[in-house]
């Protein structure tokens, strides 16, 4: 049989060695912990400051864009002056559009090509050139129109310098169509 002592000592052993166990690891492993967190925030740190370096980088070239960008817009206008002069230079076209949409930059467009931009608010009796009508829906008025008016209706205004060169295209069409009609009549 095994003496009460023996028993005692073995247990003020366990939490002894427990104890120191506790001890050590607290204290050892106290600063390993503090060295691998501070690692991590390091690493952190480092990723943070190359992602807002990348953003930044990327702001410039966004930038950059943006003006190369505005620079060939210019540009497309340009030709399309120099193609439409003759042309278009000192014709009149009539406008209308619905209230909501903005004019702008086509507008912008139309007047560097040299043509005159005349806004319909309403009706006009006498129309002598063509009628560009911006907008998913008709005027009312429209209907009143001599037969020989022309028109053409856009739905959506062309932002893109492809879809400006069209629209002029076909204000180009409109007003030859119109002059050969009024050469036959």
Same mark, same amino acid.
């Given at each position: 049989?095994i ?9 003020? !052993?366990?939490?002894? #060695?427990l ?10 492993? /106290?600063?390993?912990?503090? &060295? %691998? ?11 943070y400051?190359r ?9 410039q ?12 817009n ?6 399309? !002056?120099?193609?439409? #002069?003759n ?10 559009? /619905?209230?909501?949409?903005? &004019? %702008? ?14 806004k ?28 020989h ?18 629209l ?9 169509e ?6 036959k009549?």
């Open positions: 049989m003496h009460f002592r023996y028993h005692l000592l073995s247990l003020i !052993a366990v939490f002894f #060695a104890g120191v166990g506790i001890l050590l690891g607290g204290t050892a492993g /106290q600063n390993w912990f503090a &060295l %691998g967190e501070k690692e991590v925030l390091t690493r952190m740190e480092e990723k400051d992602a807002l370096k990348s953003n930044n980088e990327l702001k070239q966004m930038r950059q864009l943006l003006k190369e960008m505005e620079q060939s210019q540009d497309v206008i340009h030709l399309m !002056a120099m193609r439409y #002069a042309d278009l230079q000192g014709k009149r076209v009539y406008l209308w559009h /619905q209230p909501d949409l903005q &004019l %702008g930059r086509i507008a912008q467009v139309m007047e560097s090509v040299g043509i005159e931009l005349v319909v608010e309403g009706g006009i009796a006498q129309i002598d050139g063509p009628l560009l009508l911006f907008g998913q829906a008709k005027p009312d008025w429209l209907s009143q129109l001599p037969s008016s022309r028109w053409l209706q856009v739905e959506q205004v062309p932002i893109t310098p492809a879809g400006q060169w069209e002029l295209e076909n204000v180009q069409k409109l007003l030859a119109m002059r050969i009609e009024h050469e009549s």
